[in-house]
T-cell receptor, first 118, second 113 residues
Framework: GAGVSQSPSNKVTEKGKDVELRCDPI?????LYWYRQSLGQGLEFLIY????????KSGLPSDRFSAERTGGSVSTLTIQRTQQEDSAVYLC????????????????FGEGSRLTVL | AQSVTQLGSHVSVSEGALVLLRCNYS??????LFWYVQYPNQGLQLLLK??????LVKGINGFEAEFKKSETSFHLTKPSAHMSDAAEYFC???????????FGAGTRLFVKA
């Protein structure tokens, strides 16, 4: 697609439920990133994919969080047994591979998925 | 480890006044530095970036930033603020292009008429 697409744009769930957030990156971008944006907290790095592999999962806050990427394209971030502190905007970004000579280092962001856990 | 500090979570200026948003970074290797802007209910978009070369970098919408290695700073400026500049601004650092970009906490810019 023309830009990074995220769905759903808004999700309200009850504490303890599982949620899945989807990211469709820009065509041709092999690198994909998930960030969490909480009020007044800036952007917290969660995970980075190069192709289908995730070299850096260090930002995932707990084992309730997981992410996968298939076909080098769409990625899903799953939060199990949601807690109220998981409420935030989850941003996905994509970029050309960092190994690409065409890479400028710029991240292209989607509009985010706003998660509210009641 | 890399980190970014943005001084001031909120900055308020009058329309037509100078905009100065401060950013300091720490990095053990030569950094790539970025400023992104986020308008309400939107994702972030790149304003400008420094990778190598000229230390004064010009971006979109009349913004510019200067990389000062000795001060480990990358402050964002604009000579004359416009109402449409009201948004949140994020400074970011990465070691190589894009990989694990670390963001500051953001500075919300208010522009008064």
């Amino acid at each position: 697609g023309a830009g990074v697409s995220q769905s759903p744009s808004n999700k309200v769930t009850e504490k303890g439920k599982d949620v899945e957030l989807r990211c469709d990156p820009i065509s041709g971008h092999t690198a994909l990133y998930w960030y969490r944006q909480s009020l007044g907290q800036g952007l917290e790095f969660l995970i980075y994919f190069q192709g289908n592999s995730a070299p850096d999962k260090s930002g995932l806050p707990s084992d309730r969080f997981s992410a996968e990427r298939t076909g080098g394209s769409v990625s899903t971030l799953t939060i199990q047994r949601t807690q109220q502190e998981d409420s935030a905007v989850y941003l996905c970004a994509s970029s050309l591979s960092v190994e690409s000579r065409r890479s400028t280092g710029e991240l292209f962001f989607g509009e985010g998925s706003r998660l509210t856990v009641l | 480890a890399q980190s970014v500090t943005q001084l001031g979570s909120h900055v308020s200026v009058s329309e037509g006044a100078l905009v100065l948003l401060r950013c300091n970074y720490s990095s053990s290797v030569p950094p790539y530095l970025f400023w992104y802007v986020q308008y309400p209910n939107q994702g972030l978009q790149l304003l400008l970036k420094y990778t190598t070369g000229a230390t004064l970098v010009k971006g979109i919408n009349g913004f510019e930033a200067e990389f000062k290695k000795s001060e480990t700073s990358f402050h964002l400026t604009k000579p004359s603020a416009h109402m449409s500049d009201a948004a949140e601004y994020f400074c970011a650092v990465s070691r190589t292009g894009g990989f694990k970009t670390i963001f500051g906490a953001g500075t919300r810019l208010f522009v008064k008429a």
